[in-house]
Every structure is written in C-alpha cells, then in structure tokens.
T-cell receptor
C-alpha cells in the first residue's frame, strides 16, 4: 500500500514548454485534488475530482488542465508553462467528503525558467 | 482575502516550553482539520474536529474547536525538537462540498 504517489519529484521547464504531472493512489478514494504551495500563500486548490471521469475548478485553475480517466489516477497538465507556475505541487486524495482527512503525496517541485 | 487566518506565522521556542497556535475565521466551518508538514514532504493529518467546543488530545497536542465553529487552536505541551514543522489548519464548509480551505500555516521550530 503506497498511498499517494507523484511523478516526477523535480522538474525544470522553459517558458512555453508543456508537461504532465501524474498522481496515483491505491486506497480506492473517490476524491482527488491538486494543490500548489507557495511561500506565504499556503495550499491553494487548482482542480479537483469527485469521481472517475469528473473534474472541477478550484481556487486557481488558470493555466492548468486535469483529467481523471481512471479512479486511481489524476493528471495535472501545463500546456504552456510560465514562470508564475514555479511552485511545489501536491496531490491529495480522500475517501469521501465527510470521511477522514486528505492524504497527500510527497510533492513535485517545478521550476519554470 | 485569506478565509482562514493562522497566528503566529513563525514561532521559535526552546525544548520544554508550551505553545498555542490559532486558526481564526469569520466563516462557520462544518469541520476543521490540523495537518503537520515536514520539509520536502506532503502534509499529514493530525486531527479532525467537527463539533463546536470539541476538544481532542493527541499525546502532548490538544486541539480545540470554537463553540461557534469559526476558530480553532492547537496547544503543545512541553515541546520537543521532533515537533518542528509547518502546522496547517484546514476548514470544510457546508457550501464547498469536498473542498478544504487551508490557512497559510505556522512554522514551528523547537530548539534543543
């Protein structure tokens, strides 16, 4: 039981490049989330999913897209990276809305030059 | 505008001291969670409080949910270096479904 895993752990992009961050959970959780964490800003929700095949916008969705084709995977895409997207990205999952708290992955540190 | 305000932002104390971290809002939350995050890792859930006035204890950590469910506190007794980390509060509102709103966090350093 690995919990929540994220790949890659580190990535450096040039402005305008694209990439996909992969999140996988093996706990059969319904809900999955993508956050970004910046100094002094706390965790901000980018997009989330309440089940396979569903996605919804969070607090800061611009410049990102997501897909949840399989229940265990939640992908975060950056189509044209910008320096403002330099951040640490965390994926989280949760069994149900009223259930125990969110389980977080170890994070992906992304730098956009 | 930050929905959840945490204070203090930074706290540096000596081993053995007591401390309290606060999480305040003008909004009512259906539940509130506390997480601890260590460098290079994701946040880890410590506790969830759901009832106004509820108090939960986790060894030397005491969590309280305000009577009006707008605020919460985390008290650590006899802090140890292993308590060092970023403490985050996160609230769930009835209108936000499965989403959580996070505070900015309190960076605690316990010096030996």
């Amino acid at each position: 039981n690995a919990g929540v895993t994220q790949t890659p752990k580190f990535r450096v992009l040039k402005t305008g490049q694209s990439m996909t961050l992969l999140c996988a959970q093996d706990m059969n959780h319904e809900y999955m989330y993508w956050y970004r964490q910046d100094p002094g800003m706390g965790l901000r929700l980018i997009h989330y999913s309440v089940g396979e095949g569903t996605t919804a916008k969070g607090e800061v969705p611009d410049g990102y897209n997501v897909s949840r084709l399989k229940k265990q995977n939640f992908l975060l895409g950056l189509e044209s990276a910008a320096p403002s997207q330099t951040s640490v990205y965390f994926c989280a999952s949760r069994l149900l809305a009223g259930g125990p708290g969110q389980y977080f992955g170890p994070g992906t540190r992304l730098t956009v030059l | 505008t930050q929905l959840l305000e945490q204070s203090p932002q930074f706290l540096s104390i000596q081993e053995g001291e007591n401390l309290t971290v606060y999480c305040n809002s003008s909004s009512v939350f259906s539940s509130l969670q506390w997480y601890r995050q260590e460098p290079g890792e994701g946040p880890v859930l410590l506790v969830t409080v759901v009832t106004g006035g509820e108090v939960k204890k986790l060894k030397r950590l005491t969590f309280q949910f305000g009577d009006a469910r707008k605020d919460s506190s985390l008290h650590i007794t006899a802090a140890q270096p292993g308590d060092t980390g970023l403490y985050l509060c996160a609230g769930a509102r009835e209108t936000s479904g499965s989403r959580l709103t996070f505070g900015e966090g309190t960076q605690l350093t316990v010096n030996p």
